[in-house]
């Protein structure tokens, strides 16, 4: 397998939702950062259902050098009446894609555990392979592969089972390293496990420590959480194929705490396996609170406008800020060195 000596780096634009940008000006703001890649997340561009802008935005990461990925197709439904539904969207999800030169579809399980189908988890994986096998013909035509993201919902080793099952010619992981603190895993262990099957890989930091009751943990910007992402890079460099590397910070939310001495809370995670929570608490033992600013996001849609603009200088700064630490530290993107 061929591996990577550098990879290109991109961000992901649900980063900077704040700004309330049309899809054109993100490309323009990844180009202005000398980006190589973008992973158009949440559109919220009037003419995101028109092909002939797929076709304009096409057009216009072509002639700005940039790699663009987009083409959202949701998540499992929460109940059988939603299956035609979300059929409908795998294939709006692939025609996007393909409208905009994306060779990826982003797909999830679920939002977090809670949201997941009724049953067993093992019932939700079989159901999602089952899902993915009546799409396959059809991403294959398109030349698109679906990109599971780990979410909030399964460990990554289940996820796993999911791209195996349903088959890696033309479903791959879309890695992202902030949900795994929220399924009580060490983003380490995730990349370790879908590493292999990864289409591109979405960098958040976290800090991760023992709390009152529980860990708590928060995102924060890359570079200033407890994550190791030296580690996490060296580890991509040797299991993923040649990818992407995107900055996804989603900071402005306040610590969670995570009950894990709770056993109810601990009941609907009956399926972890001690060693990964053992690597977890590790990880929470040598964490700490974060000790800098961050201006917390009130309700969605009820926020006052000095926060408004408070999280606009955030969002742009906390996504600078881990560009520069991808870089200098990590040594990631190509276009930057001139």
């Given at each position: 397998m061929e591996h990577m000596d550098r990879f290109p780096l991109g961000f992901n634009t649900y980063s900077v939702r704040a700004m309330r940008w049309n899809d054109l000006k993100l490309l323009e703001y990844a180009a202005g950062l000398k980006l190589d890649a973008v992973f158009l997340q949440d559109s919220i561009d009037p003419a995101n259902n028109d092909p002939a802008h797929w076709k304009?935005?096409?057009?216009?990461?072509?002639?700005?050098?940039?790699?663009?990925?987009?083409?959202?197709?949701?998540?499992?439904?929460?109940?059988?009446?939603?299956?035609?539904?979300?059929?409908?969207?795998?294939?709006?999800?692939?025609?996007?894609?393909?409208?905009?030169?994306?060779?990826?579809?982003?797909?999830?399980?679920?939002?977090?555990?809670?949201s997941l189908?009724?049953?067993?988890?093992?019932?939700?994986?079989?159901?999602?392979?089952q899902v993915l096998r009546k799409v396959r013909t059809e991403a294959l035509d398109a030349g698109v592969k679906f990109a599971i993201e780990n979410h909030?919902?399964?460990?990554?080793?289940?996820?796993?089972?999911?791209?195996?099952?349903?088959?890696?010619?033309?479903v791959g992981s879309y890695l992202d390293t902030g949900?795994?603190?929220?399924?009580?895993?060490?983003?380490?262990?995730?990349?370790?496990?879908?590493?292999?099957?990864?289409?591109?890989?979405?960098?958040?930091?976290?800090?991760?420590?023992?709390?009152?009751?529980?860990?708590a943990v928060q995102w924060v910007p890359l570079g200033e959480?407890?994550?190791?992402?030296?580690?996490?890079?060296?580890?991509?460099?040797?299991?993923?194929?040649?990818i992407s590397v995107y900055n996804k910070p989603i900071t402005g939310r306040p610590p969670q705490i995570l009950p894990i001495y709770d056993p109810i809370f601990?009941?609907?995670?009956?399926?972890?396996?001690?060693?990964?929570?053992?690597?977890?608490?590790?990880?929470?033992?040598?964490?700490?609170?974060?000790e800098s600013h961050m201006?917390?996001?009130?309700?969605?849609?009820?926020?006052?406008?000095?926060?408004?603009?408070?999280?606009?200088?955030?969002?742009?700064?906390h996504m600078e800020r881990g560009v520069e630490y991808a870089r200098k530290v990590l040594d990631l993107g190509l276009k930057w060195r001139g």
């Open positions: 304009e935005l096409k057009e216009t990461a072509a002639r700005l050098g940039l790699e663009l990925h987009g083409g959202d197709a949701g998540a499992l439904p929460r109940t059988p009446g939603g299956m035609d539904a979300t059929f409908q969207r795998l294939r709006e999800g692939i025609r996007h894609a393909v409208g905009i030169g994306s060779k990826l579809v982003r797909f999830r399980v679920a939002g977090d555990r809670a189908p009724p049953g067993p988890v093992e019932k939700n994986i079989e159901t999602m392979i909030k919902d399964l460990f990554c080793w289940q996820t796993r089972q999911v791209i195996d099952g349903a088959g890696k010619e033309f949900n795994p603190v929220f399924v009580m895993e060490d983003p380490l262990s995730t990349v370790e496990t879908l590493g292999p099957v990864a289409v591109m890989l979405h960098l958040r930091d976290s800090v991760v420590y023992e709390s009152h009751n529980g860990t959480g407890v994550v190791d992402f030296k580690k996490i890079i060296a580890k991509a460099k040797e299991v993923c194929p040649p601990m009941k609907i995670w009956a399926d972890m396996r001690a060693s990964d929570l053992a690597r977890f608490m590790a990880l929470a033992k040598q964490g700490h609170p974060y201006v917390i996001e009130d309700v969605p849609g009820k926020m006052a406008e000095p926060i408004a603009a408070a999280l606009q200088y955030q969002q742009r700064d």
